[in-house]
């Protein structure tokens, strides 16, 4: 499994809940569907945080893609955690399945780019969010974005 990190599509505001949308990518005779989910997260709410596990794990169980889960709602977790908490605004969860898999991306509206942290035991369970998603992610990465930045993940066709 090759990790690298890459550039994606822009990060859209919506409705906040799932809608199925046409993917843009499908060859011409053929339309792939992907699921999206969006939603607006409020500013240092972190009833958010399980509101999202469990908005992504439904999306993931509407489009017969379980396998996964677990990683994908620990990974959108911790974005979501770091955004409300580091940023003290309001901020954007963009989910996306497709054929290629899950793409996760949280965006803030601060430019402030997230720093990657050696936890000390000593210290609690801070600093492990970042090094969590470098570690179980297949792809990830941070992309300048308006005002403000979007961090996201990728995993494979097996989520």
């Known amino acids: ?16 809940s799932a809608e199925t949308v046409e993917d843009g990518t499908a060859d011409a005779g053929d339309h792939t569907r992907t699921s999206q989910l969006r939603r607006r997260l409020g500013r240092a709410d972190l009833r958010a945080v399980p509101e999202a596990r469990r908005a992504l794990r439904e999306l993931l169980w509407q489009c017969g893609r379980t396998g996964g889960s677990d990683t994908a709602e620990l990974l ?11 940023t ?6 963009t989910a996306t399945v497709g054929p290629h898999g899950l793409r996760v991306e949280v965006r803030d509206f601060t430019s402030r780019r997230p720093r990657m942290r050696v ?12 090094l969590l998603v470098q570690s179980l992610a297949d792809a990830w990465g941070v992309r300048v974005h308006g005002v403000g930045k979007v961090v996201w993940f990728e995993l494979g066709a097996d989520v």
Do not use: C, F, I, W
Request: hydrophobic share 30%; no cysteine.
């Open 1 to 16: 499994m090759k990790r690298q990190a890459r550039g994606g599509g822009s990060t859209a505001y919506g409705a906040s």
């Open 119 to 130: 936890p000390d035991a000593d210290t609690g369970t801070n600093g492990r969010g970042l």
């Open 88 to 93: 003290d605004r309001d901020a954007v969860l």
């Open 76 to 86: 959108t977790s911790e974005l979501v955690t770091n955004a409300l908490v580091h």
